[in-house]
């Protein structure tokens, strides 16, 4: 086990911490107020050593464009919302009616990552 910084500690902490797949500036938000001096850049460039050493995984890129991580890295499948943006795990594995169930949500397309309206987006 590699030695990390403590900003880089940090980072991985947040992100086990939380199940919204957050993007490097919800990251970088969080921490800024623990540490002043931390920089959007440092943040991106610890989130890319974390992927390489496989301690979290690159969940895929959201409506905003912009790349969304994952600090827990037993495999599962992820439900992207093409309305509010929002990436949510999925525990049941493809089968579709169950996991609209459980999201409350519609899915519309399924594979390690799934696609569709949310139950907050649903219910405005
Ligand atoms: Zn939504
Ligand atoms: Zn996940």
């Known amino acids: 086990m590699q030695r990390f910084s403590k900003q880089r ?15 490097a500036e919800m990251v970088y938000m969080d921490l ?6 931390l920089s959007l850049g440092t943040v991106y460039r610890n989130l890319a050593v974390l992927c390489e050493s496989g301690v979290i995984l690159k969940v895929g890129v959201s409506l905003d464009g912009k790349e969304r991580y994952d600090g827990h890295i037993q495999p599962h499948a992820h439900f992207f919302c ?6 949510y795990d999925v ?8 996991i609209e169930k459980e999201l409350g949500a519609e899915i519309h397309y399924a594979s390690n990552t799934l696609r569709g309206i949310c139950r907050e987006c649903l219910d405005k």
């Not at 940090?10 to 919204?20: C, H, P, Q, T, V």
């Not at 800024?32 to 001096?37: A, M, V």
């Not at 525990?91 to 169950?98: A, F, G, P, Y």
């Open 9 to 23: 500690e940090a980072i991985l902490g947040n992100l086990r911490s939380r199940y919204d797949h957050p993007t």
């Open 32 to 37: 800024k107020q623990s540490f002043p001096n």
């Open 82 to 87: 093409e309305r509010c943006g929002a990436v």
């Open 91 to 98: 525990t049941e594995h493809l089968d579709v009616s169950k």
